[in-house]
């Protein structure tokens, strides 16, 4: 059974960090496509990093330069490593994988299975 378990949310002063993981089970993660989302009370999921199985990425404007998106194939976890936290980044964050994996992508649509998300909250 295809699994993606999240965890590293929490509580975070502006300014703070806090490293996401997500951890597959039941399939090898190698042939997909990786992506991180989030979605605030009230508003729209959004895409926030994505990588595909070559390595290539892509982020958000609204995070890039402080959010970087990684993966351990051989441990079948994806990370996102989230620095320089602001108030505006509190969310419900979200993995997710795509399949093919040769193709990236930052909308949620394009993307098949779904972590149960974790919460981080920035806040003073």
């Known amino acids: 059974q295809l699994q993606l378990v999240e965890s590293g949310g929490g509580l975070v002063q502006p300014g703070g960090s806090l490293r996401l993981s997500c951890t597959a089970s039941?399939?090898?993660?190698?042939?997909?496509?990786i992506g991180w989302f989030r979605q605030a009370p009230g508003k729209e999921r959004e895409g926030v990093s994505c990588?595909?199985?070559?390595?290539?990425?892509n982020y958000a404007n609204s995070v890039k330069g402080r959010f970087t998106i990684s993966r351990d194939n051989a441990k079948n976890t994806m990370y996102l490593q989230m620095n320089s936290l602001k108030p505006e980044d509190t969310a419900v964050y979200y993995c997710?994988?795509?399949?093919?994996?040769?193709?990236?992508?930052?909308?949620?649509?394009?993307?098949?299975?779904w972590g149960q998300g974790t919460q981080v909250t920035v806040s003073s």
């Open positions: 997710a994988l795509r399949s093919p994996g040769w193709y990236s992508s930052l909308r949620p649509p394009d993307f098949g299975s």
């Open positions: 039941g399939f090898t993660l190698d042939y997909y496509a």
């Open positions: 990588m595909d199985i070559s390595g290539r990425t």
